[in-house]
C-alpha cells in the first residue's frame, strides 16, 4: 500500500520525503490557497522532491473546454504530474479523450460506487473517493472505500487504483489499509500521529533508563 502526503506544503513534504515513506502528493486548490508564492512556482518544487512519485494537481476551469485545455497544460509542468479532474458528467467526454490521450488523471470528488464504476469503465489512473467529507453528512466514507474495492476487483479493472481520500483521522488511515485501499492521502499531521504509539514511547523511556543502570559511558 503506497502513502501520499495530501499537502502542497513544501516543509512537511521535505521532512516525510526523507523518511522514504512517501510514494507520492496529493494536492488541490484548497491546499494550495493555504501556501505563499507562486503555485506552478509550487508545484514544480513538489515534483522535483518527489521525482519517483505521481503529484496529483487539480485543474481550476469550470468550462468543459478549458478544463481539457488546462489539463493539456497542466501535464507539461513536470514529467510526474497526474490532473485531476472532478467526477461530473460535464467533464466525462473531456476525461475519456484525455485517457485516450495517454494523460494520467485521478479522479476526485468520487462520493458514490456508480460514479467510480463510471471511472473505473474510462480507465482512468487514480479514483479519490472522499471519506471525512461523506462522514460530514451522516455518510459512511469507509463503507464506499469497501464497495469500490470490491467492485474494482470483481469486474478486474485492474488499470484502476483507489485513492482513499479526505482522511480526518487515524482511524480512517487504519480503516483504509484494511480494507485493501491501493494508496491513502494523509495530512502530515495525521500520519505523524498514526506512526506514534504510548507504548512505544514508554518502552523506548525504560530501555534507556535501564540502561543507564549498567553504568557505561561508551557502547559498544
Ligand atoms: C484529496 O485528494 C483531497 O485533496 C483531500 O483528501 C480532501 O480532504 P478534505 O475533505 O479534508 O478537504
Redesign the pocket.
Known amino acids: 500500500m503506497k502513502f501520499?502526503l495530501?499537502t502542497a506544503n513544501i516543509k512537511d513534504i521535505k521532512s516525510w520525503v526523507d523518511t522514504g515513506l512517501i510514494d507520492g502528493v496529493?494536492?488541490?486548490p484548497?491546499?494550495i490557497s493555504k501556501e505563499k508564492g507562486d503555485p506552478k512556482k509550487t508545484i514544480k518544487e513538489i515534483c522535483k522532491l518527489v521525482k519517483n512519485g505521481d503529484v496529483?494537481v487539480?485543474v481550476t476551469e469550470k468550462d468543459p473546454k478549458k478544463v481539457y485545455a488546462q489539463a493539456k497544460k497542466i501535464t507539461k509542468i513536470a514529467k510526474n504530474v497526474v490532473v485531476?479532474i472532478p467526477c461530473h458528467p460535464d467533464y466525462f467526454s473531456v476525461i475519456k479523450k484525455l485517457v485516450k490521450e495517454g494523460v494520467r488523471l485521478?479522479i476526485?470528488l468520487v462520493f458514490s460506487l456508480a460514479q467510480g464504476l463510471a471511472m473505473c469503465k474510462l480507465g482512468v489512473e487514480y479514483i479519490?473517493p472522499?471519506?471525512?467529507?461523506l462522514d460530514?453528512i451522516g455518510s459512511d466514507g469507509m463503507q464506499l472505500v469497501a464497495d469500490l474495492r470490491q467492485m474494482i476487483d470483481e469486474y478486474g479493472f485492474v488499470k484502476t487504483e483507489i485513492?482513499a481520500?479526505?482522511?480526518?483521522g487515524v482511524q480512517h488511515l487504519q480503516e483504509s489499509i484494511l480494507l485493501g485501499a491501493d494508496i491513502a492521502?494523509v495530512?502530515a499531521a495525521i500520519l505523524h500521529k498514526a506512526m506514534l504509539h504510548p507504548l512505544t514511547d514508554n518502552g523506548m523511556k525504560k530501555f534507556l533508563d535501564d540502561w543507564k543502570k549498567v553504568g557505561r559511558k561508551t557502547f559498544p
Do not use: M
Open positions: 501520499f495530501d496529493t494536492t488541490n484548497t491546499l496529483s487539480e485531476k485521478n476526485t479519490s472522499f471519506i471525512g467529507r460530514d485513492i481520500a479526505s482522511i480526518r492521502t495530512p
